[in-house]
């Protein structure tokens, strides 16, 4: 349909609540509660659901990009925090891949010392995720496969440094080739 809105009563916390969206066409509209929201992360949290869809074959048969961000949106409903340090490492990357194809290797540091304190606590979040994923995973895929058909989860960080030094330090040792490419090639944009 060219419009719609859909409203959800449910009790959360022990308090009744209100959760709706409208879309005439033009313009979302987000309300919790009565109070309007200009963006649909406010729900973040609010109310965990998980839509199956066939798309989701993408998640093990497509690209890295899509475990990606399937990853974010599930750590993101569990800490609020995270999507906070997606977006600063981001920022600071886009600073930093600017710099590289401008061939300004000399003022790098700073974006790097940005991007390397989200990447860590990006890449630490995602290896509790993965921790916490996997044995419901195993427990829910025996419902639908035979041993034989055993499901595994493994996160494939770009760079296995595990501090925000060590995250730093590899940057530093790869700035040549990122230079040559004009971006950055290692990081938590490119996990598996």
Do not use: C
């Amino acid at each position: 349909e060219k419009e719609f809105f859909i409203k959800a009563h449910f009790i959360k916390d022990s308090v009744e609540q209100t959760l709706s969206v409208r879309f005439d066409g033009k313009e979302k509209k987000v309300a919790i509660n009565e109070t309007t929201h200009n963006q649909f992360s406010s729900l973040l949290g609010l109310l965990p659901i998980v839509l199956y869809a066939p798309e989701d074959l993408s998640l093990v048969q497509g690209a890295p990009a899509v475990r990606r961000r399937f990853l974010n949106l599930y750590i993101g409903q569990l800490d609020p925090l995270y999507f906070k340090q997606v977006f600063q490492y981001h920022q600071a990357m886009r600073q930093r891949n600017e710099l590289l194809k401008q061939k300004k290797n000399k003022e790098l540091y700073p974006w790097e010392s940005a991007m390397a304190h989200s990447a860590h606590y990006i890449m630490q979040s995602r290896k509790k995720a993965i921790a916490l994923l996997t044995p419901l995973l195993k427990k829910y895929i025996s419902f639908f496969t035979t041993e034989k058909d055993a499901l595994t989860v493994h996160y494939q960080p770009s760079i296995v440094q595990d501090s925000p030094k060590g995250i730093l330090a590899q940057w530093q040792k790869t700035v040549d080739r990122d230079l040559s490419f004009g971006t950055t090639q290692q990081g938590p944009h490119r996990d598996d």
